[in-house]
């Protein structure tokens, strides 16, 4: 694609500071993400990196119906826009468990489920849950070596998950997993160290289905790691930033095929900052024409008050005009659509 994708045809008329969005872009991004893998079944994006209903409803378009989200909010956005299988990658607790079941009852067609790493708020879910007369999947979340959240694999997390199989209200979803820090630029020492962390994963889920206890499937990875999750298994993919992309994971990792799909509007940022310098040297002439040492004479000073003023007074009519055509005139930028951030 040309260097010049970003460009407006008519920049002047898209508000400032502004999130622009490249549809055609996103789109190229969604049909490699699918080639990758080869289905967009196996797809469940992130959404934290965006949080719009409307690129949602693009990769709806393209045939993903499964998410991944943060918050109640996010996960409340995606079955708006009409998402029907939405997992909540955060162990939902306290006043957050009854938010998450009135959207299971708000939502009847959308297939909610979280994730869970701990007896307690396992049983603090089931209870819930069976008392508003639901069951409500939930995948066990294992720490695979990022050390944020879950339970590393092994005898305490296969007794979690036989919990979660055992109590009323839950049932296993399956397993999930981040491997966030697994972040080097070079792909091959990457892969090694993600072959290394599915090592104990492998067989930790085999050693789940030996014993009886149903895995229905694996959600895994983000975007490093999105290529060995796609090649190497049969788990369900969960990339965020493969979507709108950004210079930090182009410089991070070159063997990601993904183009930058964002960009945003500064001019009113760059202008406030112009305001802002003229405001400190107005400042600081009027400090020395104030200034008992100052033998600058006072109506020098006043004629600089005046002369200030007068230009306020313009500057205001000035932005009264600009706001007033702003807000009559379209945005119509050249392929992009608009966001406020």
């Not at 007369?133 to 979340?141: F, H, K, Q, S």
């Not at 796609?230 to 369900?236: I, K, L, R, S, V």
């Amino acid at each position: 694609m040309a260097d010049d994708w970003h460009t407006l045809a008519e920049p002047d008329e898209i508000p400032s500071p502004a999130l622009l969005i490249y549809p055609e872009r996103i789109g190229e991004n969604i049909r490699r993400m699918i080639a990758a893998l080869g289905q967009a079944e196996r797809l469940r994006p992130h959404i934290k990196t965006h949080k719009m209903a409307e690129l949602v409803q693009l990769q709806l378009k393209a045939g993903i119906s499964k998410f991944k989200c943060a918050t109640i909010a996010e996960a409340e956005m995606l079955a708006q826009a009409g998402a029907k299988d939405v997992l909540l990658a955060n162990q939902p607790v306290g006043p957050n468990i009854d938010r998450l079941l009135s959207l299971v009852g708000w939502f009847r067609d959308v297939r909610f489920s979280t994730i869970a790493d701990d007896a307690e708020a396992v049983g603090n879910l089931a209870q819930a849950a069976q008392a508003a007369g639901v069951t409500l999947p939930v995948w066990l979340d294992l720490d695979v070596g990022m050390g944020r959240t879950g339970i590393a694999p092994g005898q305490a997390a296969a007794t979690l998950y036989k919990l979660i199989g055992q109590l009323p209200g839950v049932e296993p979803a399956g397993l999930h997993l981040y491997d966030g820090h697994l972040h080097e630029g070079d792909p091959a020492k990457r892969l090694a160290k993600w072959q290394t962390m599915m090592d104990q994963v492998r067989p930790f889920r085999t050693g789940l289905e030996a014993d009886g206890l149903p895995v229905p499937g694996v959600v895994g990875g983000g975007t490093p790691t999105f290529p060995f999750h796609a090649q190497h298994t049969d788990h369900e993919c969960s990339p965020g930033t493969t979507l709108l992309w950004d210079f930090g994971y182009r410089d991070a990792f070159p063997d990601l095929e993904c183009s930058r799909a964002s960009s945003a509007n500064r001019a009113a940022t760059a202008s406030r900052s112009t305001s802002a310098t003229r405001r400190s040297r107005r400042r600081t002439r009027i400090r020395a024409c104030s200034s008992p040492a100052s033998t600058m004479p006072n109506r020098s000073c006043t004629a600089r008050s005046t002369s200030r003023s007068a230009r306020r007074r313009r500057g205001d009519s000035m932005s009264a005009t600009a706001s007033t055509a702003s807000r009559g005139t379209s945005a119509r930028p050249s392929r992009c659509t608009t966001g406020r951030t």
